[in-house]
C-alpha cells in the first residue's frame, strides 16, 4: 500500500517562504515522476511542479521563477518563496510508475493535502 505524507504548510505573509515536503512509503518502485499540485477554493486543482526520477522538471507558470521542486528517490519537496495570496491553497503531493505527465488522471498516488496560507 503506497503512501504519500506530506508536510510543512502553513500560514505565511506575503513575500515569506516555506518548503513542503513528501515521503513516499509502501513501495520499492522508483517513481518515474511525482508532481505537486494545489486546489483554491472554488477552483480546480492544478499542476505546479514535477519532476522526473532523472531529475527534469516542469514549472506552471504562475510559478516559476518562485518555486523550486527537487527530489531525493521517493522524497520530494517544494521550495516556495516570494509567497503571493494566490499561493493559498491545499498543496497535494503525488506519484505515478511511469513517465512525466502533466495529466492529474494519469497520477496513480495522491497524498491528503496540507493547507497554505498567505494572507491577504
Known amino acids: 500500500q503506497v503512501q504519500l505524507v506530506e508536510s510543512g504548510g502553513g500560514l505565511v505573509q506575503p513575500g515569506g517562504s516555506l518548503t513542503l515536503s513528501c515521503t513516499a512509503s509502501g513501495s520499492r518502485v522508483n517513481f518515474g515522476a511525482m508532481a505537486w499540485y494545489r486546489q483554491a477554493p472554488g477552483k480546480q486543482r492544478e499542476m505546479v511542479a514535477e519532476?522526473?526520477?532523472?531529475?527534469t522538471t516542469f514549472y506552471a507558470e504562475s510559478v516559476k521563477g518562485r518555486f523550486t521542486m527537487s527530489r531525493d528517490a521517493n522524497t520530494v519537496y517544494l521550495q516556495m518563496n516570494a509567497l503571493k495570496p494566490e499561493d493559498t491553497a491545499v498543496y497535494y503531493c503525488?506519484?505515478?510508475?511511469?513517465?512525466?505527465?502533466?495529466?492529474?488522471?494519469?497520477?496513480?498516488?495522491w497524498g491528503q493535502g496540507t493547507q497554505v496560507t498567505v494572507p491577504s
Open positions: 519532476v522526473s526520477n532523472g531529475g
Open positions: 503525488a506519484a505515478r510508475r511511469f513517465v512525466p505527465s502533466q495529466v492529474e488522471s494519469e497520477y496513480d498516488f
